[in-house]
């Protein structure tokens, strides 16, 4: 099934548009990076590209930022044109992944670089003033003589940061920015972006493939597979109602069930599952009857009992994870799929071993009936 250019959801009528992409597509000879993506970026809004390696999200900011010119359709920036402007006379700055920070020159120096550049000229004075304001918005005072090669992963970042907002640009643009940073560090650099972010006004737009980044940074995410947006939404929104399996799959973690669509009796559909067995659920729009489609039921919305109404299955294996217990279950029709037992349930009801028999099963509204592809 050929996959559809999806209808953005406009910005809220209070909400300034800042950049847009209208049917903007890109080609690098033969291969289709980017197709026909229509999106508005609203002013002060953290918005996130999400997909897979390939899927064309970098190849969207590198067209906001002036790196590519669109094969086709307009790229706009506060309402104005932009597809001939050069990068340098966008009022848009990049952090890149690696930083391309300059190892020989000093955290005040690197910050300063940009100004330096400006003509006519920043007085000296004037400089040295802001350099020392963005240092402490990144929290970076007393750092102004340090080489770069001299600080950690972290601070290196808040230094491209720093050189990235002193000129003040109405969009920021980050390529994967904490790719390099460990676990840890990543988590305190997302905290800090979202700070910095609502400190300073600026619209923020972030690439990434790491689903837990988006959707704990972001205003909205733009969902990308092969050079498409297939959905946009707030991170809530994509991941209690996606429109897809792909987007199901790409933003959190959840259980298929394939089958065929029957019917919509009473407000729930009911779905033929290819082992036979039938299953209800809520419908996305635009499904039809006799339409392959698959079930989506997040492991969180199912309950594991020891007896109970549901399906038997046997516990296949058991991670314990503080607040809650992963169980990967096996059904002899159905087959494997996980379970998340809160700690809770585990304390009231008992914990299940490796082995044990038990009953899951789950309400007909938690189950998504969704495009199978």
């Known amino acids: 099934m050929a996959i559809e250019a999806y209808t953005e959801v406009t910005l809220p009528a209070d909400r300034k548009v800042v950049a847009e992409l ?29 997909g897979p390696s390939g899927c064309g999200k970098t190849t969207a900011l590198r067209m906001l930022a002036g790196f590519e010119a669109p094969s086709e359709g307009q790229v706009l920036l506060d309402g104005d044109v932009v597809n001939d402007l050069d990068a340098h006379n966008r009022p848009v700055n990049m952090v890149f992944q690696q930083y391309a920070l300059f190892p020989h020159m000093t955290v005040t120096q690197n910050i300063g670089y940009g100004l330096r550049q400006v003509r006519p000229r920043i007085p000296k004075p004037q400089i040295a003033e802001r350099v020392s304001r963005a240092l402490e918005v990144v929290r970076l ?23 990235a907002i002193i000129n003040e640009p109405k969009l920021l643009l980050l390529d994967e920015p904490m790719a390099a940073l460990d676990r840890k560090l990543r988590k305190e650099m997302q905290i800090e972006l979202q700070d ?25 995410i733009c969902i990308m597979r092969d050079g498409r947006i297939v959905q946009i939404g707030s991170p809530q929104e994509l ?28 407000g729930l559909s009911t779905v033929l599952l290819d082992n036979g067995m039938q299953v ?9 009857d006799h339409q392959d489609v698959c079930i989506s039921v997040r492991p969180e919305q199912m309950k594991l009992s020891h007896q109970g109404d549901g ?34 349930a585990d304390l009231t009801e008992g914990a ?20 199978r592809n």
Request: glycine share 10%.
């Open 196 to 220: 910095l972010q609502r400190q300073l006004g600026i619209t923020f737009v972030l690439v990434t493939h790491d689903q837990e980044e988006a959707l704990s940074m972001s205003d909205r």
């Open 280 to 288: 209800q659920g809520m419908a996305g729009d635009g499904l039809v």
């Open 141 to 163: 005072g007393g750092f102004d003589d340090r080489k770069i090669w001299e600080m950690s992963g972290g601070q290196q970042q808040r230094v491209a940061l720093a050189r």
């Open 239 to 266: 991941y209690d109602r996606p429109n897809s399996r792909y987007v199901a799959d790409f933003v959190g973690t959840s259980n298929f069930f394939d089958g065929t669509l029957q019917g919509s009796p009473e």
């Open 311 to 344: 399906v038997e299955v046997k516990v296949h294996n058991r991670i314990f994870l503080g607040e809650h217990t992963e169980y990967l279950v096996s059904h002899q029709t159905l087959g494997d799929f996980l379970v998340l037992a809160p700690r809770q």
């Open 22 to 50: 209208r049917g903007v597509s890109k080609s690098f000879g033969d291969v289709l990076a980017a197709s026909d993506l229509n999106l508005s970026i609203g002013e002060g809004e953290f918005l996130s590209f999400l």
């Open 352 to 371: 299940f071993a490796v082995g044990d028999t038990a009953t899951v099963s789950w309400e007909a509204t938690a189950a998504l009936i969704l495009d």
